[in-house]
């Protein structure tokens, strides 16, 4: 019988903390979600790993450090707003929900953003809401948000997501094709139509479906 919660304080002792991510708050929200509840169950026993895993619909749930990096990056924070695209088994929604006032999770595949729902509902986590949508273009009717993070890689920066962050508001994205190495790159909000842009780190990604991303 494995000890999840022995492993999720190892995984962040190990996976995160080790590697330079010193961010109080986003520790110790990766230490309250059960990362085993956002996996298969059959694939539960390695739900700590540092490795992504396979989930439903051919899409996968990203490495915890991969997921700590770019909630850190994207500067979610107490008494923040944030947005995901790519909800995906809403893993990264849950731990943002522990740091975060509020945060919206899009999901284009139906199936698993009513999964999702259902499960961060179980679960207890009150302040995140599911959309079932084309992510792409962001979520204009919830902006402007403190934080932006993509789980899929997209041809470019969506102009409309960037008009999304709040002054100041940061997104994280991976850039580039499927199948290749792409660019995980942070763009920061500096003026009402000035951005700094930076990357991060070489990364693998889903690609991005959608007005704004790669056609189907």
């Not at 990362?35 to 899409?59: C, H, K, M, N, W």
């Not at 006032?101 to 259902?118: C, H, M, N, S």
């Not at 940061?170 to 995980?184: E, I, N, S």
């Amino acid at each position: 019988m494995i000890d999840f919660a022995a492993a999720r304080e190892a995984m962040v002792a190990r996976q995160i903390e080790a590697r330079g991510i010193a961010n109080p708050a986003l520790s110790a929200a990766m230490r309250a979600v059960p990362r085993e509840a956002f996996v298969p169950d059959s694939l539960a026993v390695y739900a700590y790993d540092d490795t992504p895993l396979p989930i439903a619909a051919g899409q996968t749930i990203s490495q915890p450090y991969i997921v700590a990096l770019m909630i850190d990056a994207a500067g979610v924070k107490a008494g923040g707003h944030a947005l995901e695209i790519g909800a995906g088994s809403g893993y990264a929604a849950a731990v943002m929900s522990r740091i975060a006032d509020r945060v919206i999770a899009i999901e284009r595949i139906a199936a698993l953003a009513d999964a999702a729902r259902e499960r961060l509902a179980r679960l207890g986590y009150r302040n995140v809401e599911i959309a079932a949508a084309d992510g792409s273009a962001g979520w204009p009717d919830e902006a402007p948000y403190d934080g932006i993070i993509a789980a899929a890689s997209g041809r470019h920066v969506p102009q409309t997501l960037l008009d999304q962050l709040a002054p100041g508001g940061a997104l994280v994205m991976p850039v580039g094709a499927a199948g290749d190495v792409q660019a995980l790159v942070k763009v920061v909000r500096t003026g009402p139509d000035t951005f700094e842009r930076t990357e991060l780190c070489p990364v693998r990604f889903v690609p991005l479906i959608g007005a704004e991303g790669w056609p189907e």
